[in-house]
């Protein structure tokens, strides 16, 4: 019964937070107090519970170092003018008769340079959004097609926190994963591009304003040269080069492009680097462009840091169990995936965050994997393929509430999100990628992991 409480009590605070705006932060540190105080009424010593909450902090470190680089490579990108290239070229090319299914394909290959879905949002998505509103597309349309191809990149991108944290939690190889998650999305990326191309032949952009490019174009030198630190991530990626040397490559890049094509000074770079970047001038895109640096990713990591200590207590006093047993007896009716598909469902209602629900859904469902010998590469494509995504078709997630509401969007969005729940539906029917089956790599990367 005080279990009950405390459950309903840190849900009830974290809904609160997300319709009210409050930072996540606070819902979750109550949380973590309640259930200290309940682990301890329970008969837990507080040093007992301290270290399990250490010992499970422990796992996020690896992930904060993470966000340390892609705090630092998003600052840098936008001084340097890669971010504005992007953004300026694919507005040029954006097709005003298929501007939904351009919307949707622009916002997949920006999320995938970027890894990051919320930093899609609040660049090419806002842009796109602009656009649409003055070509009168509908708005939760266009939000679906841009929030769907931003968690395109957030799932599958190796700069992806996500992707990274879900690699740290099953202790597999990133590039392997990312290779296993391309295998298995072709065909709900096929299905959405349909669904896009037919939604767009009725929502034409019916005007075009040409003035933000303008904007970009006087601001920035888009020299190609600027486009050189997303193409090192791509290259260095494709050759499986680390993730976190390929970040500080490209961030090195990046400085020397910012100094030699934009004229931005040492001191100016290392601001951008921590506070994050910022014009001088005023203007629309001024704004959009603005963000990034290690400040950013404070909160980000927090709850990351803070999610791996409730990890830790779940795990150390055994609260959970009764759930375990639950979903392990679902994966014997209804076998592991679709008993994962239902785990997520309710991890990603319950916590309110993608971070809580991914961690909550691998103690969900781990063991279930184990018993059955399926590989961890088994685990980490199928954790992919439902709690990341199924996380942002939970409407008070904000995972999916927040580019909601920067978008000037609703829950509306939902409907228009083809890929997000054509993974988890389309994968329900396709047979696991044979390299998720591979055990012999699975020695081979324990090694990476602890070089990592």
């Known amino acids: 019964m005080d279990l009950a409480i405390v459950f309903i009590l840190f849900f009830t605070s974290l809904l609160f937070s997300v319709y009210q705006g409050i930072a996540i932060l606070y819902p979750l540190l109550l949380g973590l107090i309640c259930f200290l105080l309940l682990s301890r009424r329970r008969g837990y010593p507080i040093s007992h519970l301290l270290a399990m909450m250490l010992d499970g902090s422990k796992k996020s470190l690896l992930v904060i170092k993470i966000f340390v680089l892609i705090g630092a490579l998003t600052a840098v990108w936008r001084a340097c003018g890669t971010i504005s290239f992007i953004v300026y070229y694919g507005i040029a090319f954006i097709s005003a008769k298929y501007f939904l299914l351009s919307a949707f394909l622009l916002c ?154 934009q004229g931005i000074s040492f001191f100016p770079m290392l601001k951008y680097i921590i506070w994050g970047y910022s014009m001088e001038k005023n203007g629309f895109f001024a704004d959009i462009i603005q963000g990034g ?75 279930s994997y184990e018993v059955r010998r399926l590989s961890r590469y088994r685990l980490a494509v199928d954790l992919e393929n439902t709690v990341i995504l199924i996380s942002v078709l939970i409407p008070w997630n904000i995972a999916g509430a927040f580019p909601a509401a920067a978008l000037s969007a609703d829950a509306g969005f939902i409907l228009y999100a083809f890929y997000l729940y054509l993974v988890p539906l389309t994968n329900l029917f396709v047979s696991k990628p044979s390299a998720a089956k591979a055990t012999d790599s699975l020695t081979r990367n324990a090694g990476n992991s602890e070089e990592t």
Request: charged share 10%; with cysteine; hydrophobic share 50%.
């Open 293 to 367: 640096g290690l400040v950013s990713m404070l909160k980000v990591s927090l709850i990351v840091l803070i999610s791996s200590a409730y990890s830790g207590i779940f795990k150390g006093t055994g609260l959970l169990n009764d759930l375990e047993e639950l979903f392990e007896k679902l994966s014997k009716k209804l076998q592991v995936y679709p008993s994962l598909i239902l785990s997520s469902l309710a991890a990603a209602a319950f916590s309110c965050n993608q971070t809580l629900a991914v961690m909550l859904t691998h103690q969900f469902s781990s063991k």
């Open 108 to 261: 997949c290959l920006v999320s995938f340079l970027l890894g990051t879905s919320f930093g899609t949002v609040g660049t090419i998505g806002i842009v796109l959004m602009v656009l649409a509103k003055s070509g009168q597309v509908d708005v939760n349309m266009t939000a679906g097609a841009i929030i769907a191809g931003a968690y395109f990149g957030d799932r599958c991108s190796p700069m992806s926190s996500s992707a990274n944290l879900i690699a740290l939690l099953t202790n597999t190889d990133l590039y392997i994963n990312v290779k296993n998650m391309l295998k298995t999305s072709w065909l709900p990326f096929a299905l959405s591009v349909i669904g896009y191309l037919y939604l767009a032949s009725f929502n034409p952009l019916t005007v075009y304003d040409n003035t933000m490019a303008q904007e970009i174009f006087t601001s920035f030198n888009l020299n190609m040269i600027v486009l050189f630190p997303a193409i090192i991530i791509l290259l260095l990626a494709l050759w499986r080069v680390d993730v976190k040397r390929s970040m500080a490559i490209s961030i090195i890049a990046g400085i020397l492009i910012g100094y030699f094509v």
